[in-house]
T-cell receptor, first 114, second 112 residues
Framework: DTEVTQTPKHLVMGMTNKKSLKCEQH?????MYWYKQKAKKPPELMFV???????INESVPSRFSPECPNSSLLNLHLHALQPEDSALYLC?????????????FGNGTRLTVT | QKEVEQNSGPLSVPEGAIASLNCTYS??????FFWYRQYSGKSPELIMF????GDKEDGRFTAQLNKASQYVSLLIRDSQPSDSATYLC????????????FGAGTRLFVKA
């Protein structure tokens, strides 16, 4: 069982829809991440939050909008996505970012854009 | 461009054998090294991490790090069919911020 919980597990959305992915952790971690993973590829970093502040945006298109309401929650708001955005979206947390401590991943959200 | 290289495999070993997975990295400033296991359709799961040169053992798993050669490996002893998965090598460091860079992964098959 993972200690990082992601909802929903699966999401199908049209290109004009607005949806949100949610992530929650109760391990007291102060760093949270969004990764995108396509089939047979490694996870690609999208965003990093450190102490609830956005610290890294890997030049992600503005149709992806992250939000960190508090230290336990991380959201990813989706709007006007393209079919090529279909992928597994992974949330992760770590104790902190300064020492690059191990990432703990959630189970992911399988996103399909039609 | 920081890179982490792994053989994509597949690596096939018989049950009970030792599986050896290798990884090289390009950034000499890297300070933390991780191995994740990922089953098909699932999320990555942390198996081992190592920060210092040498070996680190945890059950059937041993991680080996050689910073001079920029090389990290994972040995799986007494391989089981349940070990069949993709193994991702990941490298982190202080340069470039809080980024963990993943290799493309090695697919391991353990034959019963």
């Amino acid at each position: 069982d993972t200690e990082v919980t992601q909802t929903p597990k699966h999401l199908v959305m049209g290109m004009t829809n607005k949806k949100s992915l949610k992530c929650e952790q109760h391990m007291g971690h102060r760093a949270m991440y969004w990764y995108k993973q396509k089939a047979k590829k490694p996870p690609e970093l999208m965003f990093v939050y450190s102490y609830e502040k956005l610290s890294i945006n890997e030049s992600v298109p503005s149709r992806f909008s992250p939000e960190c309401p508090n230290s336990s929650l991380l959201n990813l708001h989706l709007h006007a996505l393209q079919p090529e955005d279909s992928a597994l979206y992974l949330c992760a947390s770590s104790q902190r970012t300064e020492t690059n401590s191990p990432l703990h991943f959630g189970n992911g959200t399988r996103l399909t854009v039609t | 461009q920081k890179e982490v290289e792994q053989n994509s495999g597949p690596l096939s070993v018989p049950e009970g054998a030792i599986a050896s997975l290798n990884c090289t990295y390009s950034d000499r400033g890297s300070q933390s090294f991780f191995w994740y296991r990922q089953y098909s359709g699932k999320s990555p799961e942390l198996i081992m991490f190592i920060y210092s040169n040498g070996d680190k053992e945890d059950g059937r798993f041993t991680a080996q790090l050689n910073k001079a050669s920029q090389y990290v490996s994972l040995l799986i002893r007494d391989s089981q069919p349940s070990d069949s998965a993709t193994y991702l090598c990941a490298v982190g460091g202080n340069t470039g911020g809080f980024k963990t860079i993943f290799g493309a992964g090695t697919r391991l098959f353990v034959k019963a």
